[in-house]
């Protein structure tokens, strides 16, 4: 009877696993959302006369779920990053009537330039410690002072001086509705490039969010240079600054020299 009623048993659970089984060249996992960016040239020059400019970025979303698509829980955040370098904040303090810098601090690798573009708000994107994990948003830049020694009292006082000095002059930018998607999949995204950009290699990211979550990232170097003879006068003083002093002062001269004979009175 016990012999029977185990093999009545195995005969219900072969159908379920069956159904179970792994087949060779199937995966396990659930296939994840993909995401490409592209720009129309990898490298921008910058002459004198450049007083800004607006950089499109296109990408194109894959495996992405229809419904959640429809709903609007894809988002997209765009950065173009400049390259990365020590800044010192200063802070100036009146000492006998006179303005002196009292207080400094440097932080360590920020970007010389920031601008971000999304689809919305990125505070309505994900949790704002998310944000700062991926140092995603001019709030949420990895601001770390160099040998700092100190209680911290000061540190939130300088790193706010420090955004609202780059966001004053145009090197930090945010457009909330920059992104926008022009079908179901491709999006296109608008990223403000200042006049005063700096020269070197830049770094366009792209984050993917689905329903608060940062799903995938992708990034491509995107090349400043500048040309003209603004640029040729910048590589002299660096390959050959010798030649470069001499050069310079031996205009001095002769500029003062030329002026004090055309206006010089008789």
Not at 86 to 101: C, L, M, P, Q, S
Not at 183 to 200: C, D, Y
Not at 224 to 236: C, L, W
């Amino acid at each position: 009877m016990r012999l029977l009623a185990a093999t009545l048993a195995l005969f219900c659970l072969l159908p379920a696993v069956a159904g179970a089984q792994w087949l060779p060249g199937q995966s396990t996992e659930a296939v994840r959302e993909g995401l490409e960016i592209g720009t129309s040239t990898s490298e921008i020059a910058i002459t004198s006369d450049f007083h800004g400019a607006d950089l499109t970025i296109f990408g194109a979303l894959s495996n992405t779920d229809q419904l959640l698509l429809a709903i609007g829980q894809y988002d997209v955040v765009v950065v173009l990053e400049g390259p990365r370098q020590d800044a010192t904040v200063r802070k100036k303090e009146r000492v006998f009537g006179i303005w002196v810098n009292r207080r400094s601090m440097t932080f360590e690798a920020v970007p010389h330039s920031y601008s971000m573009s999304s689809s919305r708000m990125i505070d309505d994107l994900t949790t704002p410690l998310e944000l700062t994990d991926q140092g995603i948003g001019i709030d949420h830049i990895p601001l770390t002072p160099v040998g700092f020694v100190g209680d911290g009292s000061n540190l939130g006082e300088f790193r706010d001086a420090f955004r609202r000095l780059q966001q004053g002059g145009g090197f930090y930018d945010r457009n909330p509705s920059g992104v926008r998607f022009v079908s179901s999949n491709l999006f296109k995204a608008s990223l403000r490039l200042p006049a005063n950009i700096p020269n070197g290699v830049h770094t366009v990211r792209a984050y993917l969010f689905k329903s608060g979550n940062l799903v995938t990232q992708e990034s491509l170097p995107l090349r400043v240079i500048k040309t003209g003879i603004e640029q040729t006068i910048t590589d002299a003083a660096h390959s050959q600054p010798i030649l470069y002093g001499f050069a310079s002062v031996a205009l001095a001269v002769i500029t003062g020299w030329g002026a004090s004979l055309i206006f010089r009175k008789d």
